[in-house]
């Protein structure tokens, strides 16, 4: 799910903002925008692999970028990539397991 933000808004001196998963599909007053998750919908929904089938892979990256992206509301995969390219200047990414 990509998610839009100004730098100005990761960077904080009180330390970062602890939510619970079902908080981030509320409407929120922080300047990000919530891209639509790898089911089509807007919004984070946590991983949900079938139970017994064993471990599945989850990877999440985080892009700094030189200017704010423009995206507006629900982008896709695809559109962030696209409004992205030539303005990475630092990127992280992170890759969990889960198993049920």
Same mark, same amino acid.
């Given at each position: 799910?990509?998610? !839009?933000?100004?730098?100005?808004? +990761?960077?904080?001196?009180?330390?970062?903002?602890?939510?619970?998963?079902?908080?981030?599909?509320?409407?929120?007053?922080?300047?990000? !925008?919530?891209?639509? @998750?790898?089911? %089509?919908?807007?919004?984070?929904?946590?991983?949900?692999?079938?139970?017994?089938? %064993?471990?599945? #892979?989850?990877?999440?990256?985080?892009?700094?970028?030189?200017?704010? @992206?423009?995206?507006? +509301?629900?982008?896709?995969?695809? #559109?962030?990539?696209?409004?992205?390219?030539?303005?990475?200047?630092? #990127? %992280?990414?992170?890759?969990?397991?889960?198993? #049920?």
């Amino acid at each position: 799910m990509p998610i !839009t933000m100004p730098a100005r808004a +990761a960077m904080t001196t009180a330390g970062p903002t602890r939510r619970a998963e079902s908080q981030l599909n509320k409407p929120h007053t922080a300047p990000f !925008t919530l891209g639509k @998750s790898s089911i %089509g919908k807007q919004g984070y929904f946590g991983p949900t692999s079938p139970p017994g089938h %064993g471990p599945h #892979r989850y990877v999440f990256q985080i892009f700094a970028l030189d200017h704010a @992206s423009g995206l507006a +509301a629900a982008p896709t995969k695809k #559109r962030v990539l696209q409004a992205i390219q030539g303005h990475v200047i630092a #990127r %992280g990414r992170l890759t969990g397991i889960y198993e #049920r």
